[in-house]
Nanobody, 122 residues
Framework: QVRVVESGGGSVQAGGSLELSCEAS????????MRWYRQAPGKERELVAQ???????DYADSVKGRFTIFRGDAKNTVYLHMNSLKPEDTAVYYC????????????????WGQGTQVTVSS
């Protein structure tokens, strides 16, 4: 089994910063991609940022230039540093880990954390 745990959410005023962290643990061989999603009330879950094992990153247009995704020194950890936060960034943020539970297997991991709330006030 694999466990994904996010932390670091909270409340901040517009223009402020927060950093989210995510750690995946358990039966993991490799995680070629780790992603952050968010879901605001009444809206669909959207992809915010992705990072591959090679370090390539992608961002939603709405967060480009403000958010940075990076992997931690500890294995299977990922962070999302958020600057210049706006009220529209308010959402529950979820970490998603994609990969393999053992060598030679097909990709069989698509694991989610429980989410962490980010609230930005104007």
């Amino acid at each position: 089994q694999v466990r994904v745990v996010e932390s670091g959410g909270g409340s901040v005023q517009a223009g402020g910063s927060l950093e989210l962290s995510c750690e995946a643990s358990g039966m993991i061989f490799s995680l070629p991609a780790m992603r952050w999603y968010r879901q605001a009330p009444g809206k669909e879950r959207e992809l915010v940022a992705q990072i591959t094992s090679g370090g390539s990153t992608d961002y939603a247009d709405s967060v480009k230039g403000r958010f940075t995704i990076f992997r931690g020194d500890a294995k299977n950890t990922v962070y999302l540093h958020m600057n210049s936060l706006k009220p529209e960034d308010t959402a529950v943020y979820y970490c998603n880990a994609l990969g393999y539970s053992r060598p030679g297997a097909r990709p069989d991991l698509d694991e989610w954390g429980q989410g962490t709330q980010v609230t930005v006030s104007s």
